[in-house]
């Protein structure tokens, strides 16, 4: 098989919040309090391989923001390995760390926040571009004025400031910025999700022919189910901040394994169950300071076994290229 572009080798993302001189006081005197330690992603391995396009689902809180952030370079893993064609970071040179870095861009939840109120459309999109070489200065409007059109932005808004503009066009204007510095792969961490639904259409048709143009891969970041059976060809889902089922989109749809996957695509609106009585997956998602013991899922799962309880299922091949973390595959 050929190299992945994006390699994810058993990542986990620890956030550690140190005792106060109170509880360190606490400590000294004997109480039971130590560091809190939020585990975010918890030894996560996947691949994602040159034009493809991954969907990763979970619930708020599973750690797939987390995951996108290291895969983007903006978070440093805890442990593990993220490599880009092959090659892990550490392996690099400056040179090629600067290249890495420039090929693998995000695009976040909010356009708003991402963007600087203080920067016209221009500079949001230009700067990176003209600092890092990749246009002169004398070519620099020609180019953003190629870019902006690619994205379905007028020419002439690069004078204005973000707060001009509507929550599509800021969404472009974040497009526009990933793609100015000529990226291979695409984080988007729930690009879509602050849009109303024609919106949302819009944008992601613009996502699917900026693949097909530029040859564009995608970590595409989700809680939405629909949207990500739209646009993914393979699709992982996360829950709490381990992988539970991994395969085809196609597959996924069709046959879900994991009860967590079951109970997600339970809550997605079909025409053929319109007067099915939707309900959320029952409880809540434990809290990633003290997850649960084995099985992350054994407290909302209805079919939880006493296995599930102790031991920790490992992700394994149940069919060609669907993998799923569940005991239920082994009990019998």
Do not use: W
Request: aromatic fraction near 6%; include cysteine.
């Amino acid at each position: 098989m050929s190299v992945p572009l994006i390699a994810i080798d058993r990542v986990s993302k620890r956030f550690v919040k140190p005792l106060d001189l109170a509880g360190k006081i606490a400590a000294r005197l004997g109480a039971d309090v130590h560091d809190e330690v939020v585990h975010a992603v918890d030894d996560v391995s996947f691949s994602v391989f040159e034009g493809e396009v991954v969907g990763l689902v979970g619930e708020s809180g599973c750690g797939k923001s987390t995951l996108g952030r290291m895969v983007a370079g903006i978070l440093e893993p805890s442990g593990g390995t993220i490599r880009y064609r092959g090659k892990a970071r550490a392996q690099m040179s400056a040179e090629e760390a600067k290249r890495a870095a420039l090929k693998v861009q995000m695009i976040f939840q909010d356009p708003f926040a991402s963007l600087n109120p203080r920067m016209r459309v221009a500079g949001i999109v230009g700067e990176a571009a003209l600092v890092h070489g990749i246009v002169s200065r004398e070519g620099l409007d020609a180019y953003l004025d190629e870019v902006l059109r690619r994205c379905g932005l007028d020419a002439s808004y690069k004078r204005r400031y973000p707060h001009q503009f509507s929550g599509g066009q800021r969404s472009r204007i974040g497009i526009a910025r990933a793609l100015a510095v000529k990226p291979e792969f695409m984080v988007c961490d729930e690009a879509v999700a602050a849009l109303d639904v024609s919106i949302q259409a819009q944008i992601l048709n613009l996502f699917m022919e900026l693949r097909a143009s530029l040859g564009l891969t995608y970590l595409f970041i989700s809680h939405d189910l629909g949207v990500v059976e739209h646009l993914s060809d393979r699709v992982v889902i996360m829950y709490l901040g381990r992988v539970v089922e991994s395969a085809s989109a196609e597959e996924i749809f069709r046959r879900p394994n994991h009860p967590y996957t079951q109970a997600l695509l339970l809550q997605v609106p079909r025409l053929e169950s319109r007067k099915t009585q939707f309900q959320p997956v029952k409880g809540e998602i434990p809290s990633p300071l003290e997850p649960p013991s084995g099985c992350h899922f054994h407290p909302r799962c209805p079919h939880a076994l006493a296995r599930c309880r102790a031991e920790e299922p490992a992700l394994r091949e149940i069919a060609p290229g669907h993998l799923s973390a569940c005991h239920l595959n082994s009990s019998s």
